[in-house]
């Protein structure tokens, strides 16, 4: 019997808690919940002492900031690095934190989708752990293998990809993902490692929180609920800060704030169910959303590609004849036929769907909506510099290597993406 899954598009995880609220403690936290790598107490540290900070704050589209009352982030514009990040295609959460800590496009590094099927080793999902934590679903080499090949310790709190083994190595110090972890004892555990001796200190933190994402997705970016988390998140930004001045090693600590992708609103009006144009039986897999990936069986490419010629508010793309610009199309987890969605709307493959307004990402990089937030200050930063045009998000991962001192890995990225940030 012909096996058929549907892939549904998950909307990320669950609502982070409130800053004001608290679970453990940050001592239980880094002594039981964290997974301590076994090389951890006995590598001995890269005599440098800078430390590098990147915090991520899901989904905060690039221009929350004139929208909601954020002064800590506003502070952080006239002391260092300001401007917007472009995230690659598609603008999804996975793909996009791997990204940045790889430099490689999602075509190349593997994670094509939140959701996606590789032939040998099966589906891969957001919410699927056992697939989330095979290390031989993610290619390239994030910043922590790098940084550890050249003597520098890593933690991460929540980074996509820390969980897996990627080519047998995670983080020194990491996490697995547990939302109900509040961004107060997140950052106790950043403080933590910041403060710990320099024979056992990482050098670089990654770590994440999943706001303002979920509530952008369940009321829409243009929603009271949206901009109200912001300004909680730009708090969480402010008690971080707060907390790093206090450190004897403040002024040798860079501190970077991004985002993975921006969001946009879509209404039931322009909903789209592929139901309704499709037969189920014509597919091996499909993976519905934004993007939509279908994974036609032998010989139906031609069929559905002319059943898809009327529908609305939707480009309809064989693989190989995705934009250039995307840099998309060629990786084999990728099915034959993708569909983009114009902004506003939303594609369903269901029977009985339920169409309402929220917010959603994954669409084309270069509307202005998808653009992310980007901040940065520390000693290797300069004063007071905006960044007029959006820096691709691949440039995260040069950077971070410049900062560390060390060599990069083969990446998509170019140099003078870098020197725009550190060169005013």
Request: proline content about 8%; glycine content about 8%; aromatic content about 10%.
């Amino acid at each position: 019997m012909r096996k058929y899954i549907m892939i549904r598009l998950l909307l990320l995880f669950v609502p982070g808690l409130m800053i004001g609220c608290t679970t453990r403690s940050a001592t239980t936290i880094i002594g039981s919940a964290a997974t301590v790598n076994d090389n951890a107490v006995v590598k001995e540290q890269k005599g440098n002492e800078r430390k590098v900070v990147i915090l991520s704050l899901d989904g905060f589209r690039a221009d929350y900031l004139d929208k909601a009352r954020t002064p800590n982030l506003d502070s952080i514009a006239s002391v260092g690095v300001s401007g917007r990040l472009r995230p690659s295609f598609p603008t999804l959460t996975f793909p996009n934190h791997y990204s940045m800590v790889t430099g490689l496009y999602p075509n190349h590094h593997g994670l094509v989708a939140n959701s996606f099927f590789d032939k040998k080793l099966g589906r891969y999902s957001i919410g699927d752990r056992q697939s989330v934590e095979r290390g031989d679903f993610y290619h390239g080499e994030p910043i922590w293998a790098t940084a550890g090949r050249q003597g520098i310790r890593s933690a991460s709190f929540f980074w996509v990809g820390s969980e897996a083994a990627i080519g047998g190595k995670r983080p020194d110090y990491w996490m697995q993902y547990n939302s109900k972890i509040s961004p107060l004892t997140r950052i106790d555990s950043v403080i933590h490692w910041l403060s710990m001796p320099q024979e056992t200190a990482p050098g670089i933190i990654l770590w994440y929180i999943e706001e303002p994402d979920y509530t952008g997705h369940t009321y829409s970016p243009d929603s009271r609920q949206a901009i109200e988390k912001v300004e909680q998140m730009d708090k969480v930004v402010g008690e971080m800060l707060a907390r790093l001045r206090k450190l004897p090693n403040r002024d040798q600590i860079d501190f970077l704030i991004v985002s993975d992708h921006g969001m946009a609103t879509y209404t039931p009006e322009q909903s789209i169910n592929l139901a309704q144009w499709l037969d189920e039986k014509d597919f091996e897999y499909i993976v519905d959303g934004v993007p939509a990936i279908l994974y036609p069986l032998p010989g139906k490419v031609d069929k559905v590609m002319k059943q898809l010629e009327q529908v609305p508010h939707v480009k309809v793309y064989r693989k190989a004849d995705i934009p250039d610009r995307l840099h998309y199309g060629s990786n084999p987890r990728i099915g034959e036929i993708v569909l983009i969605p114009d902004i506003g709307t939303y594609i369903y493959f269901s029977t009985n769907p339920t169409f309402v307004t929220g917010g959603a990402h994954g669409y084309d990089n270069a509307h202005p909506e998808m653009l992310a937030l980007f901040a940065a200050f520390g000693p290797d930063f300069p004063n007071a510099h905006r960044i007029e045009q959006p820096i691709p998000n691949i440039t995260i991962y040069p950077l971070l290597c410049r900062l560390l001192g060390i060599t990069p890995a083969p990446h998509d990225a170019k140099e003078q993406d870098v020197e725009r940030i550190l060169q005013p």
